[in-house]
């Protein structure tokens, strides 16, 4: 249920509006300006509308506007003015500040809920539309005022997509005959994805690079990403020696977060190859990256992505050391598996 604010001095106003909106929403109450302020402060980021009355003692309706505009709180918070008023220039003076929408008094339950459904889904609507816009208008710059032309960039991702292809084909083939010499799987699954247009925009920025074609293929190594989920984790290092000793696949580097796990216990080994791409009249060199995981630090790292980019955890601290322990027992349960699979396909050899 969505938080909305009712702010009003008359006891009964505030009332008759908790228990209009009760059932939908959860709502909670002010009866003056200044109290009405110290709930936005707390907690204006969980708000979906804010019900404002305009006459009320200490501080009134239009210094708390004023308010919410200096904090910027009204561009996350829609506000209806709850009034008794209908003077057209009152009106005006409120769409003029900001406000979305007006509720008059005496309050007829089915308006009240109509306007405050529907501003909050406007709002929302416009803040997407916003968002997007802006969203948008940075893919245009990278495409258009940075980069130049778009058929160049456009190219380029092809490049990439194909050394995703490539790479992808070569562990395949590796798969099928491993499959045929020891009559099971290196691997589960390969995932991959193209680094998307404002990704690379952005990360570029974070380098402190102008966003160009060169910058891109010199300073970015995961335009083309591959995921490679494995059973066991000498699966992992069989796979990876297998693919680096190709002689047209050239290491670049090589992270090893295995044997040297990150502090909060991520597992993964990273390799960054230059991998050959035929295109129509030359060969060329592609950048790829490719992370070998086993599916239990596989699941790992998607539940540890989750909290690196959840907001509003109140216990992230108390989360990341369970994360971390969970890390240490993925670790050891990958070894513990390793070996009963080793006793299961070798059950004569000396343990």
């Known amino acids: ?179 045929e010499e020891y009559k099971r799987n290196p691997f589960e699954s390969i995932k991959s994805r193209l680094k998307k247009p404002e990704s690379i925009y952005k990360k570029l920025e974070r380098k402190g690079y102008p966003v160009t074609i060169e910058n891109i293929r010199e300073y970015i190594a995961d335009v083309a990403g591959l995921r490679v989920i494995c059973s066991f984790p000498d699966d992992i290092y069989r796979l990876a020696e297998l693919l680096v000793m190709q002689d047209d696949i050239i290491l670049l580097k090589e992270k090893d977060y295995i044997k040297s796990p990150k502090p909060n216990g991520y597992r993964s080994l990273h390799l960054i190859l230059n991998v050959p791409v035929f295109l129509p009249d030359e060969k060329k060199y592609i950048k790829a990256e490719v992370q070998f995981r086993t599916i239990a630090m596989d699941f790992w790292a998607s539940l540890e992505h989750k909290l690196r980019y959840k907001k509003d955890i109140d216990n992230t601290e108390e989360i990341e050391r369970q994360l971390k322990a969970c890390a240490d027992s993925i670790e050891e349960l990958d070894y513990q598996m390793q070996e009963i699979r080793n006793k299961i396909d070798h059950p004569n050899s000396a343990v």
Request: one cysteine or more; aromatic letters at 6%; charged letters at 30%.
């Open 1 to 179: 249920m969505q938080k909305i604010l009712v702010v009003d001095d008359a006891e009964v106003n505030r009332e008759i509006l908790y228990n209009i909106l009760k059932d939908e929403y959860i709502v909670e109450t002010a009866q003056d300006g200044r109290m009405a302020l110290e709930r936005l402060q707390e907690s204006h980021d969980e708000m979906a509308a804010l019900l404002l009355d305009l006459h009320m003692p200490r501080m009134d309706g239009f210094a708390v506007i004023e308010e919410m505009k200096r904090n910027e709180w009204i561009s996350r918070v829609p506000i209806l003015i709850i009034s008794s008023e209908h003077a057209v220039e009152v009106e005006n003076q409120c769409f003029q500040q900001g406000v979305s929408d007006f509720i008059h008094k005496p309050f007829v339950a089915s308006i009240v809920k109509n306007r405050v459904k529907n501003t909050i889904e406007m709002f929302n609507c416009k803040n997407q539309l916003e968002i997007r816009v802006a969203e948008q208008s940075k893919i245009i710059r990278l495409q258009e005022g940075r980069l130049g032309r778009l058929e160049p960039f456009n190219k380029m991702m092809i490049e990439y997509s194909s050394a995703i292809m490539e790479v992808e084909t070569r562990l395949k083939v590796l798969n099928a005959m491993f499959s």
